[in-house]
């Protein structure tokens, strides 16, 4: 079984849905981080937690809110979804033994709205 | 200047040659560096990472790091076609902060 898991894995909405991206673990690392990745820009964090309750914005985290529920599930919400937020996103888990230096990714999730 | 900057490709070698990767940055507090490699459709994965100036080498890959240059590179040796992919810099100040990426293709 993958040890870092996301689902849906695409998914394909309307303008001003909410919309739930999830993220499991079983790696059993503190640390949790949801970046979006778009042709051209790389990847570019919009949320981490270093711990259950610890949640940090990222250098994006307009239009997105999220939810550490616990150790492994870390969800990332867009409460009213518009186009531009159609891109990829990945979910990604650090272990604070490691320095936090190596993350190892989801698979991703594939987000279009319409 | 974006914060970390990478030669956008895509950069295409044959097979069997070195293929150079570029990465440059402008938080002069960076401490670590690191080399993500990712297929079309798949997730990054880590392939390098380096602290210190001067080079790391692993098998066919060697990274090197100026400080002083604020740049980074990957070499890749004995290009293989499956190393065709994009290779994506990031670089630790305060926070991990990723280059747009690199598109490598290697031609058999």
């Known amino acids: 079984d993958a040890d870092v898991t996301q689902t849906p894995r695409n998914r394909i909405t309307k303008t001003g849905k909410r919309i739930m991206l999830e993220c499991s673990q079983t790696?059993?690392?503190?640390?949790m981080y949801w970046y979006r990745q778009d042709p051209g820009l790389g990847l570019r964090l919009i949320y981490y937690s270093f711990d259950v309750k610890d949640i940090n914005k990222g250098e994006i985290s307009d239009g997105y809110s999220v939810s550490r529920q616990a150790q492994a599930k870390f969800s990332l919400s867009l409460e009213s979804a518009i186009p531009n937020q159609t891109a990829l996103y990945f979910c990604?888990?650090?272990?604070?033994?490691?320095?936090?230096?190596?993350?190892?990714f989801g698979p991703g999730t594939r987000l279009t709205v319409l | 200047q974006k914060e970390v900057e990478q030669n956008s490709g895509p950069l295409s070698v044959p097979e069997g040659a070195i293929a150079s990767l570029n990465c440059t940055y402008s938080d002069r507090g960076s401490q670590s560096f690191f080399w993500y490699r990712q297929y079309s459709g798949k997730s990054p994965e880590l392939i390098m990472f380096?602290?210190?100036?001067g080079d790391k080498e692993d098998g066919r890959f060697t990274a090197q790091l100026n400080k002083a240059s604020q740049y980074v590179s990957l070499l890749i040796r004995d290009s293989q076609p499956s190393d065709s992919a994009t290779y994506l810099c990031?670089?630790?100040?305060?926070?991990?902060?990723f280059g747009q990426g690199t598109e490598l293709s290697v031609k058999p």
């Open positions: 990031a670089v630790r100040g305060g926070k991990l902060i």
């Open positions: 380096i602290y210190s100036n």
């Open positions: 790696k059993g690392h503190d640390r």
């Open positions: 990604a888990t650090g272990g604070r033994g490691y320095g936090d230096n190596e993350q190892f």
